[in-house]
């Protein structure tokens, strides 16, 4: 909940969890994102997530900071979003938060 409260400021707020056992990325995220756009943002996102972080299961949970009301949406890849010979921008790469921080 904290970055629920933390993403009152605007900005965009993530969280990233390996579960290692299993090979599977939690990415969590806190923000107004226009409802229209949300899918594909965190659609974009767990597929560079992927290749981050080198396992193929991502679910991905994108919500509203702390308020009146909030939406939740939720994307799982089970399989590689981006083939290999695919160069994700370093510009979205760098959206997700380094784990070694």
Do not use: W
């Not at 290692?20 to 767990?46: H, S, T």
């Not at 299961?57 to 083939?83: A, C, D, Q, W």
Request: a positive charge.
């Amino acid at each position: 909940m904290e970055f629920a409260e933390k993403a009152k400021d605007g900005r965009i707020h993530k969280f990233v969890h390996l579960q290692k056992p299993i090979k599977q990325i939690y990415l969590y995220i806190f923000g107004l994102i226009k409802q229209k756009d949300r899918g594909e943002f965190l659609k974009v996102l767990c597929a560079a997530a992927q290749v981050k972080y080198g396992y193929n299961k991502v679910l991905g949970i994108l919500t509203e900071p702390i308020g009146n009301g909030r939406s939740y949406n939720f994307v799982f890849l089970e399989k590689k979003h981006f083939l290999s010979s695919v160069q994700v921008p370093d510009e979205i790469l760098e959206q997700l938060p380094d784990l070694n921080a």
